[in-house]
């Protein structure tokens, strides 16, 4: 996905999840992969917005519907996409 960035040409909204505390070794290295990931977007993305969704399993449509679709109807109204 990685090589995609330098493609995307529009308004772009991530929204990772964090899991609660207390968290694996394997679930905070995935968090600093995240990190990473988010960062090497920012440089290829000019328009990116990231937001963590706090104490939220991967899942996030099934576990935080509504405060996932407020995140998205507030990205896409802050650009007039709406």
Same mark, same amino acid.
């Given at each position: 996905?990685?090589?995609?960035?330098?493609? #995307?040409?529009? $308004?772009?909204? #991530?929204?990772?999840?964090?899991? $609660?505390?207390?968290?694996?070794?394997?679930?905070?290295?995935?968090? @600093?992969?995240?990190?990473?990931?988010?960062?090497?977007?920012?440089?290829?993305?000019?328009?990116? @917005?990231?937001?963590?969704?706090?104490?939220?399993?991967?899942?996030? $449509?099934?576990?935080? $519907? +509504?405060?996932?679709?407020?995140?998205? #109807?507030?990205?896409?109204?802050?650009? +007039?996409?709406?």
């Amino acid at each position: 996905a990685y090589e995609a960035f330098d493609r #995307v040409r529009c $308004p772009t909204l #991530v929204i990772s999840a964090r899991p $609660p505390e207390p968290r694996r070794l394997e679930e905070e290295a995935h968090i @600093q992969l995240k990190d990473k990931g988010i960062e090497r977007a920012r440089r290829s993305i000019a328009d990116l @917005q990231a937001e963590w969704m706090e104490d939220t399993v991967h899942d996030i $449509p099934l576990q935080r $519907p +509504g405060e996932l679709a407020s995140m998205i #109807v507030s990205f896409a109204a802050r650009r +007039g996409l709406s």
